[in-house]
């Protein structure tokens, strides 16, 4: 970066020591850095050129850590801290720390084409929920692109909330974010909405099963002319689930009321317990080209008592069916596939046939999975008036913390169900409410009692 002042060892704020730059993009690098308060790794975005030609970027990246720091879901980047400071040699630079990431972008997987159609509703129902929990906040990301999307080792993750709004902020006399997943809206200064982050989720979806946006432009002037020229996108893409196909094409709309809302994508995307009993899309979809079930059939000649003389030996045969259903290798966001590896074992003497049907079985619970719930729990009961509202914050900061920094996981879990006891005693948290409550903490906490999925 033109200008920068920072160098690996140098120290900000007393406490985060730049290692090395790992991005850098307009006035801003992101370095990775070790915060030796917590001693742990973290990803510390500096704003460092001259703050009397910074066009409004500190702003900027201060709004990022705000919109980032208000929203509660696993699959959004976790914010740590904004700040301003002096640098070593004289210069104030704007900050924000950030969970630390190991992966790859979006935009780099589809460097090698189109994705599979099962792992391209995986992302896109991921980002569709990350999107839901923002708008719930009042937040609008504006700029849901590839580069924004990492594919990471513990799940997908939505990044880069600089550029994002308010519902119901205007737009700015100039238009920001690029240009193929812009809606078509935001060019005629509307308004900030939901539908806008579901336009773009469109666009994503629709390149990741197709290769290519359905508006590939570069500039605003060349996506204004694609608008205009009425082409409406279509998806043929083989076996693709039509109910897929139209969502993804109604998020295209280019009318913002007929886009259906980033909660709708999700539950078309990955629908909630029905005929499946539990199976998504995304699971059983997934799981179906690579789940080995091998069944061996021992057939038995059944003999009733020990007495040769009451031997039947017309009975019918009795059937045991032994199935293997073997694991597959848990999904980037975390959630396994399939259920875990199960047999059934034939009685010592079977009379009647067996078998155990995979779907029966229950679904582990994954430890994103269970920290949700422990935030649904939060929103639900707060917003009753169970939960006083601070106090609310303050969980739901540790429950992030918790799951984006997992070491020391079972300590921390405990001194919080301390505290929920503690709220409970001075009526912060009500009796019901801490019931759920501590039951949703303690599922949480034996996810960190293994390793996890």
């Not at 009753?384 to 303050?394: F, K, L, Y």
Request: aromatic content about 4%.
């Amino acid at each position: 970066m033109r200008g920068a002042q920072l160098r690996e060892g140098d120290i900000l704020a007393r406490r985060y020591i730049l290692l090395k730059p790992v991005g850098e993009g307009g006035m801003s690098v992101v370095w990775r850095a070790w915060d030796s308060t917590l001693e742990r790794t973290v990803a510390v975005k500096v704003l460092d050129g001259p703050i009397a030609s910074d066009g409004g970027q500190r702003d900027r990246i201060r709004r990022e850590a705000r919109a980032a720091a208000r929203i509660e879901h696993p699959n959004a980047i976790g914010v740590y801290d904004y700040g301003e400071t002096v640098t070593p040699r004289g210069r104030i630079a704007a900050y924000v720390v950030m969970q630390l990431l190991d992966g790859a972008s979006l935009a780099v997987r589809l460097d090698e084409g189109p994705l599979q159609w099962p792992e391209a509703i995986q992302v896109a129902a991921t980002v569709a929920d990350v999107l839901q929990a923002a708008h719930r906040r009042g937040v609008v990301h504006r700029d849901v692109t590839p580069e924004n999307v990492m594919l990471t080792t513990d799940g997908i993750r939505l990044l880069d909330f600089g550029i994002a709004a308010d519902i119901g902020q205007r737009e700015e006399a100039m238009t920001f974010g690029t240009p193929p997943y812009v809606a078509p809206e935001r060019l005629t200064g509307a308004p900030a909405s939901g539908a806008t982050d579901v336009y773009s989720l469109g666009v994503l979806l629709y390149e990741m099963l197709t290769g290519a946006p359905p508006y590939p432009a570069t500039t605003w002037e060349e996506l204004e002319r694609a608008l205009a020229a009425e082409r409406r996108p279509t998806l043929n893409v083989p076996g693709l689930p039509a109910a897929v196909a139209a969502v993804c094409l109604r998020c295209l709309s280019t009318d913002p009321q007929r886009r259906p809302s980033a909660a709708e994508v999700a539950e078309i995307l990955e629908p909630g317990p029905g005929p499946a009993r539990g199976l998504t899309w995304r699971r059983a979809l997934l799981a179906a080209p690579v789940v080995v079930i091998a069944v061996g059939v021992l057939v038995l000649l059944l003999l009733q008592g020990n007495d040769p003389d009451t031997r039947q030996d017309n009975a019918a045969p009795s059937v045991a069916v032994s199935i293997l259903v073997s694991t597959v290798p848990a999904l980037p966001n975390g959630q396994p596939t399939t259920t875990a590896n199960t047999q059934s074992k034939p009685p010592a003497r079977p009379t009647s046939a067996a078998a155990t049907s995979p779907a029966a079985l229950p679904l582990p619970l994954t430890r994103q999975a269970a920290g949700k719930a422990v935030l649904d729990v939060v929103d639900r009961r707060s917003q009753s008036g169970e939960i006083r509202s601070d106090v609310a914050q303050d969980i739901r900061n540790q429950i992030n913390n918790i799951l984006s920094s997992p070491s020391d996981a079972a300590s921390r879990i405990a001194r919080l169900r301390q505290q929920l006891s503690d709220r409970t005693q001075d009526n912060s948290i009500k009796p019901d409410a801490y019931t759920e409550l501590d039951a949703a903490v303690e599922q949480l906490s034996r996810t960190f009692a293994t390793p996890s999925p």
